[in-house]
């Protein structure tokens, strides 16, 4: 079945620090990708997403890009600021099989950011 | 703005009261989720409506159901709330199933007592 690891968290950052949440999947077929992220007390916002190969996702300042070679889709973001503080969350919707309508989630990754 | 709304954004009931979670959508779109996500961990598929086809999840317990009774609207009936169902409820919608981009509301969270 599919399934998506990314990092363990808690992760603690300095304000303008590089940012690196890894994250690689398990899927049949040609998986979409997405990272979600979602601030304290609120829902998933979609951050950005990749739909095939080589497709590089990138949205307020963070990046990804789909590699199917390695089945990873990293974020990574040059400069963090506070109001980067949230939980990330890796995600695959594949496109075979019956269950081709599910997101399957990352467990999440906390993200922290000090002034 | 076009957006997935969900009221009320907290909800405290007690253990065996039913409680209903609503979500409304201005996006138009055709499918409807309904997501449970408890502390610190990912959100858990519930069930989703394709229009006003109802696809329930495996492992979904026969305590929580769910009504379309139109493209806007989704309820989240919990006929007999435990205190395991403390939870964020999470609707989320897209416009076609497949690997479409799901967008989601602000949650509810439900305390039960």
Redesign the interface.
């Known amino acids: 079945g599919n399934s998506v690891t990314q990092m363990e968290g808690p992760v603690t950052l300095s304000e303008e620090a590089f940012l690196t949440i890894n994250c690689t999947y398990t899927a049949t077929g040609y998986?979409?990708l997405?990272w979600?992220v979602q601030y304290p007390?609120?829902?998933?916002?979609?951050l950005l997403?990749a739909?095939k190969a080589d497709d590089k996702g990138s949205n307020k300042g963070f990046e990804a890009t789909y590699r199917k070679e390695t089945t990873s889709f990293h974020l990574e973001k040059g400069s963090v600021q506070v109001s980067d503080s949230a939980v990330y969350?890796c995600a695959l919707?594949?496109?075979s099989g019956g269950s081709?309508?599910?997101?399957t989630?990352?467990?999440?990754t906390l993200l922290t950011v000090n002034p | 703005d076009a957006m997935v709304i969900q009221n009320p954004r907290y909800q405290v009931t007690q253990f065996g009261k039913p409680v209903t979670l609503s979500c409304s959508q201005t996006l138009n779109h055709n499918v409807m989720y309904w997501y449970q996500q408890k502390s610190s961990q990912a959100p858990k598929l519930l069930f989703h409506y394709y229009d006003k086809d109802f696809n329930n999840e495996a492992d979904t317990p026969d305590n929580f159901q769910s009504r379309r009774p139109n493209t806007s609207f989704c309820f989240l009936d919990i006929r007999s709330p435990g205190l395991g169902d403390a939870a964020m409820y999470l609707c989320a919608t897209s416009v076609r199933l497949g690997q479409e981009t799901q967008y989601f509301g602000p949650g509810t969270r439900l305390l039960v007592l």
């Open positions: 998986p979409s997405f979600y007390g609120e829902g998933l916002q979609l997403k739909t969350f919707s594949s496109n081709n309508y599910k997101l989630f990352g467990k999440g």
